[in-house]
């Protein structure tokens, strides 16, 4: 049933207002009026000076973002969106998502429902235990905090806190490859400090942009000293003293090759690389039959792919294998959530290949006739290469 305007917006900015708030956008505009900017986010924050309410706000073209403290400062700033002809409101809380439409006559219709338990936080006491990195960390509030990535968050975690030893010595030098926005960098960092590691964690993306928005999060959160991002690419940037530790979560296609050979040779204890998409081998098996009888596996496209898929990472880690490390390769979050969900998992041990641990990876890529980018990376004279 549609209500009056005023009324709805009350509603709206007692949640925007309310310390529960999670996120809320507004955009659209109402008919024959145009609001100042096209879009606006408000999210909390909480910086050094402590909690503040961020309000994006974008023109269609550039994005301009600021941090206003609670109080009057908020309610005004809140006032002032809230006067914008915008067309919707989408509100989220911990408890509720409410959301307003503006009719073509100038009302609101509105739409409130209980926060999605099923797929939502977990916000009770017992259940927040379950969470390597507790829910309610300030540091989701920098990094975004919908419940997707709260899970892709800890299922990462869990896969590092399985691949390190529970006792480090020393300092842990951190490198993440293809970091993106970085927010799964910040919670290694996050995760492996408050377990008493001394970490140092550079992140790597060819973006200058990315590297800039990620050293400004840094400063926020006052990680600087221990946080820090390079502009560069996975082959070839600075990265000293040579990590212990390489991250490569999805990184492109053979970005992930690049990012495994850079471990190979700076002999890094550990790896998690959690592949994205595979064009090196499927490209390949395009060009060539399958050798008998394995025909019915490639013929489809669908099948070629995703067997190229399996093949490509299935011979990622027969290659890890004869390059000294123990290698395995896990689902690290549900298949339901995503569907890029493998994750390679390497510890270094030094040995050294057996006959046999050759052989079964020559009879492989000659069986098929493929050449992994891997193999290419890595030296012509190394084992397997
Ligand atoms: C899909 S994003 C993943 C970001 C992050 N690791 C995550 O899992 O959320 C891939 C990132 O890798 C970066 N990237 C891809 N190829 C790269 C390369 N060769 N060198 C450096 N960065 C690369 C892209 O710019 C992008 O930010």
């Known amino acids: 049933m549609p ?22 956008v507004a955009a659209g505009r109402r008919r024959g ?4 900017v096209v879009r606006a986010e408000l999210r909390p924050v909480v910086l050094k000076a402590g909690r503040r309410l961020q309000i994006s706000t974008s023109d269609g073209s550039r994005p301009y973002t600021r941090n206003v403290a609670p109080g009057t400062e908020a309610g005004a700033a809140v006032d002032a969106l809230l006067a914008e002809p915008f067309g919707n409101w989408h509100v989220e ?4 998502t409410l959301q307003l439409r503006v009719t073509k006559s100038g009302e609101a219709q509105l739409h409130r429902a209980a926060a999605d338990r099923a797929g939502a936080e977990p916000s009770g006491h017992d259940r927040t235990k379950d969470y390597l990195l507790d829910p309610g960390d300030p540091i989701f509030a920098e990094i975004g905090g919908s419940a997707a990535k709260r899970r892709q968050v ?19 030098r951190v490198v993440d490859l293809g970091c993106g926005n970085a927010y799964l960098t910040f919670a290694a960092y996050r995760y492996l400090a408050q377990r008493g590691v001394d970490v140092e964690l550079v992140g790597v993306d060819v973006r200058e942009d990315q590297r800039r928005r990620n050293t400004e999060l840094a400063e926020r959160l006052g990680w600087a000293d221990r946080v820090s991002f390079v502009a560069g690419t996975i082959a070839d940037a600075v990265v000293e003293p040579a990590p212990d530790l390489v991250l490569a979560l999805h990184a492109c296609d053979t970005a992930t090759d690049e990012a495994l050979a850079r471990a190979v040779r700076w002999r890094s204890r550990w790896v998690l690389a959690a592949p994205c998409c595979h064009h090196d081998i499927a490209a390949q098996l395009r060009t060539r039959p399958a050798p008998p009888p394995y025909d019915l596996l490639t013929r489809q496209g669908i099948l070629r792919e995703r067997f190229a898929d399996v093949l490509t990472d299935a011979l990622r880690a027969g290659l890890l294998r004869l390059h000294g490390y123990r290698t395995e390769v896990v689902e690290f979050v549900d298949s339901r959530h995503t569907p890029r969900n ?12 057996t006959g046999q641990q050759r052989a079964e990876y020559r009879d492989l890529v000659d069986q098929w006739q493929v050449r992994p980018r891997l193999a290419r990376l890595l030296t012509e004279d190394a084992p397997g290469g």
């Open 3 to 24: 209500e009056p305007l005023d009324a709805a917006l009350t509603k709206v900015r007692e949640l925007l207002l309310d310390p529960n708030l999670t996120r809320a």
């Open 33 to 36: 009026q145009r609001p100042s």
């Open 93 to 96: 809380t911990a408890d509720a």
């Open 154 to 172: 800890d299922a990462f975690l869990r896969a590092l806190a399985a691949t390190l030893p529970d006792e480090l010595s020393g300092p842990l």
């Open 342 to 353: 493998l994750l390679i998992r390497a510890r270094r041990t030094d040995g050294t290949a």
